[in-house]
């Protein structure tokens, strides 16, 4: 079994729970009384992985919180990635997609220089795009199939050759999946999608975003990710990690993880 | 006219060329004797920026030569960017397509963090991923539409209710170029596509990767890109930093990237 898949589905088990905790820590919105510290971000992110590292199943930071730092930030996402508990995986959310010799480099900066045990990369510019992530065979590789936003209305769902472009996107992750490490994004506004994309797929594991303040319905991303035993990660960030935004920032985020965890629990 | 627009059309017309120089300065094939230097991507972005700035219109580093290097090398980026001169433009490729309140974020790492005059970002998550590089509107943005890689024909070319993909994404990003600070990336590779697009979208400025290294063919390139007095700038990376790599790296680098300007004059 992949590494990653098999971390991930032992924290699933050990913490009863399908949430990913996406650390998409804004610096713009953090609470107030971290603002004087050194480095606000990283104190941050440390309050809220010790206070749901127990409930949830993934960490995954979003590396335009960081880059919007400067080399600072990329230094307060390390730290944050080694102050990540080793038995729960980091997906690195980084949308990248370049010619073969630059993602060659961009797998560098992401399983070497920041170790994470997963990416997420964009699809548009195909196969030789994706394959240098792929040849780190330990790691793994979420392909952007359906996303959360209002903007996935503009291409992913074009009619073409008789399936909508999406499903091109589906067909081909499947086809290049000869070791066990590629996976697919699918939003959970989209839930019809979640539900065709799985019957086709049942094999890839799905990350699911835009639950929480993207207003997807967890229910149904749970229902549609799951059947056929299909592996699922759910993530929500801003519903967690922003819960309370008061000096019981941490605390906050742990209910509200624990409250996703239980809405879950009751539908299974 | 746009602030980018107008530095890159004057540094063309000053310089005679509509080469961009590439600085994929990958730290695996530098120079030897730079290697053991303190910090060997900047020295050989400094000698390669002082021996082609009076012969190129623009400089473009691609972001994952210098992620792939840590915080260290975002810091290598910075300081290779102060030391080009203002009158040439900077183009961060970059390829980032994420949702509205990400986006945004790496808009901030490009255009305030980096200071960059231009950008390029990835079509596939629509409108809502690309908005927030518009709103500042005295830089520019290069949407990938074709692109010069063989994955390029994975979903490209796909058929879409009557056109290719790529051509939904010419006429999206035409619609909304509102205030002119879009344009498109077309790989030189696809001479034919190049033409296409041109006659399709004779406002928007190409950005053509692709020459030398990639293998795609100069004269089209030029020929097809500036009918209708179209904008172009020809992105060469490898074809010039890596034209030598001895201790003559720099002249070397100067004499490709003339060999380059002296070609195009010929033909046009």
Redesign the interface.
């Known amino acids: 079994m992949n590494p990653f898949i098999d971390k991930l589905t032992k924290a699933q088990k050990k913490n009863s729970s399908l949430i990913c905790v996406g650390l998409?820590s804004?610096i713009d919105v953090l609470p107030e009384h971290l603002q004087g510290s050194d480095d606000p971000v990283f104190e941050f992110n440390k309050a809220i992985i010790d206070a749901t590292c127990n409930g949830c199943c993934a960490y995954k930071p979003?590396l335009?919180?960081y880059?919007?730092?400067?080399?600072?930030g990329?230094?307060t996402l390390?730290k944050t990635i080694m102050h990540i508990p080793p038995d729960i995986p980091v997906i690195l959310?980084a949308?990248?997609?370049?010619?073969?010799?630059?993602?060659q480099?961009?797998a560098?900066?992401i399983f070497?220089?920041?170790e994470g045990d997963a990416v997420t990369v964009?699809?548009?510019?195909?196969?030789?795009?994706?394959e240098p992530f792929l040849k780190y065979e330990d790691s793994f590789v979420f392909v952007?199939a359906v996303?959360?936003?209002?903007?996935?209305?503009?291409?992913?769902y074009?009619?073409?050759?008789g399936k909508p472009?999406y499903m091109?996107?589906v067909d081909?992750v499947s086809s290049w999946n000869t070791d066990g490490n590629l996976g697919l994004v699918v939003g959970a506004p989209q839930p019809e999608q979640i539900r065709e994309i799985r019957l086709r797929a049942p094999q890839l594991p799905f990350l699911i975003p835009g639950v929480g303040a993207?207003g997807g319905d967890l229910s149904k991303a749970v229902e549609f990710g799951t059947m056929l035993d299909g592996i699922v990660v759910i993530n929500v960030a801003r519903g967690v990690i922003f819960a309370s935004k008061g000096k019981d920032f941490a605390d906050a985020a742990a209910e509200a993880l624990q409250a996703f965890n239980f809405r879950i629990s009751q539908m299974r």
């Open positions: 998409d804004d979003n335009a919180f880059e919007s730092l400067g080399p600072r990329l230094e390390k959310d949308k990248r997609g370049d010619i073969g010799n630059t993602a480099k961009y560098e900066a070497d220089d920041l964009s699809p548009y510019m195909g196969y030789d795009s994706i952007l996303t959360s936003n209002k903007g996935a209305q503009d291409f992913q074009l009619n073409c050759e472009l091109h996107v081909k993207q």
